[in-house]
C-alpha cells in the first residue's frame, strides 16, 4: 500500500545545533516528494520538494532533503536550528496519481 | 501569486446538524483538496476532485459529502456532525498532473470546527 511514514512524532534539539526529520515513502516507483512546514494556528507552507535529477534539494530558511531511493527515504536536514523553526512537520508524496499522501507529523521543539 | 480562502474560520454546530465548508481558489488550478486534521495528528484526506464535477474519496469520506460546481470553488458538507467532534479542515489545490509543479499543494488557513 502506498503511505507515508514519519517515526518521530517529537523531537527536541537545542538552539545552534544540526537537525534531521525521518520520513520514509512505501511506493515501487519514484513519487514527488515535500516536505511542508505548518507553524502554530496556520496553514501548511511547502519548504522544498523533489521531482528528479540531484537528490540533494534546498529549500527556504536554510532546510535541505535528501531523496534516497534505496532506502524509500526523504529526510530533512538543517545544519542549524533557530528558535523560530519551531513548528510542526509534513513528509507528503505524490504517487501514480491525483492523491497526495501525508505522514503523521514531526513536532519539532527548539530549546534556547 | 494566489490564494485559496476558506469560510467561514470558526464553525460551532450542534450534534446531529448538517454543516457546510466553502473553499475558492484563484489560482486556476485543477485539483482540490479537502484534509482533515485532528489535534495532534496528520492530515487524511476526505475528498478531492481532479475538474469541474469530479470527486474522488478519500480515506475518510463517510460522514461527509462534497462538491465542485466550478473550477475555482470546493464546498465540504459534514451531513451529521458528531457531539464532542473537533477539528481542522484544511482546503488545498494544486496544478493538474503531468503540469510543471504537479503535486505541489497550496493550503487555505484552515476552518475550524467545533460540535457542542
Known amino acids: 500500500a502506498q503511505s507515508v511514514t514519519q517515526p518521530d512524532a517529537r523531537v527536541t534539539v537545542s538552539e545552534g545545533a544540526s537537525l534531521q526529520l525521518r520520513c520514509k515513502y512505501s511506493y515501487s516507483g519514484t513519487p514527488y516528494l515535500f516536505w511542508y512546514v505548518q507553524y502554530q494556528r496556520q496553514g501548511l507552507q511547502l519548504l522544498l520538494k523533489y521531482y528528479s535529477g540531484d537528490p540533494v534539494v534546498q529549500g527556504v530558511n536554510g532546510f535541505e532533503a535528501e531523496f534516497s531511493k534505496s532506502d524509500s527515504s526523504f529526510h530533512l536536514r538543517k545544519a542549524s536550528v533557530h528558535w523560530s523553526d519551531s513548528a510542526v512537520y509534513f513528509c507528503a508524496a505524490s504517487m501514480n496519481n491525483n492523491r497526495i499522501f501525508f505522514g503523521d507529523g514531526t513536532q519539532l521543539v527548539v530549546k534556547p | 501569486g494566489g490564494i485559496i480562502t476558506q469560510t467561514p474560520k470558526f464553525l460551532i454546530g450542534q450534534e446531529g446538524q448538517k454543516l457546510t465548508l466553502k473553499c475558492q481558489q484563484n489560482?486556476?488550478?485543477?485539483?482540490m483538496y479537502w484534509y482533515r486534521q485532528d489535534s495532534g495528528k496528520g492530515l487524511r484526506l476526505i475528498y478531492y476532485?481532479?475538474?469541474?464535477?469530479?470527486?474522488q474519496k478519500g480515506d475518510l469520506s463517510e460522514g461527509y459529502d462534497a462538491s465542485r460546481e466550478k473550477k475555482s470553488s470546493f464546498s465540504l458538507t459534514v451531513t451529521s456532525a458528531q457531539k464532542n467532534e473537533m477539528a481542522v479542515f484544511l482546503c488545498?489545490?494544486?496544478?493538474?498532473?503531468?503540469?510543471?509543479?504537479?503535486?505541489?499543494?497550496?493550503f487555505g488557513e484552515g476552518s475550524k470546527l467545533t460540535v457542542l
Open positions: 489560482f486556476n488550478h485543477d485539483t
Open positions: 488545498a489545490s494544486s496544478i493538474g498532473r503531468g503540469r510543471p509543479d504537479t503535486g505541489q499543494l497550496y
Open positions: 476532485s481532479i475538474t469541474e464535477n469530479d470527486l
